[in-house]
């Protein structure tokens, strides 16, 4: 008897079962279902201008275990005038976005913003990892 045929059979029912359960899960779940965590929020002197800095978490699903898991994406500072909504955003690069744990935001002017990410390591304490100059006439 032949039994190439049927180990065939048995590879191609896995992986099409493997695949069903893949873009199942898929249509039902949000893939791009994002949170975040605010790390600081700071208004201009003039109190006109408002900056926040946040970390942007995506969620996925590990289909090994079926867990949700979140990963860290990104991080935003959201700029705007206070008092209104805060949709405008520049993304902060050349930072690994899993390793920031602490921003700093100080006002050279009202209209000039210089974002600190600092290294959290205990021997590197307060050792500034990344700055970031923004002038809001430019952005």
């Known amino acids: 008897m032949k039994k190439w045929p049927w180990i065939m059979l048995l590879v191609g029912v ?5 695949m069903m359960n893949y873009f199942v899960d898929k249509h039902q779940q949000p893939s791009n279902m994002i949170s975040s965590v605010s ?3 700071s208004t201009s002197p003039d109190k006109k201008n408002i900056v926040e800095v946040k970390k942007l978490y995506r969620q996925s699903t590990d289909y090994f275990d079926y867990e949700q898991k979140q990963k860290v994406d990104s991080v935003r500072m959201y700029y705007g005038q206070s008092g209104g909504m805060l949709s405008q955003y ?3 690069k050349g930072i690994q976005p899993s390793k920031v744990h602490d921003v700093d935001v100080y006002w050279k002017s009202n209209q000039h913003v210089i974002i600190n990410v600092i290294n959290t ?5 307060n050792k500034v990892k990344k700055r970031f100059n923004y002038h809001f006439t430019e952005l």
């Open 14 to 18: 896995v992986l099409l079962v493997f």
């Open 39 to 41: 790390l600081t929020t």
């Open 90 to 92: 520049k993304e902060l």
């Open 121 to 125: 390591k205990q021997q590197q304490r």
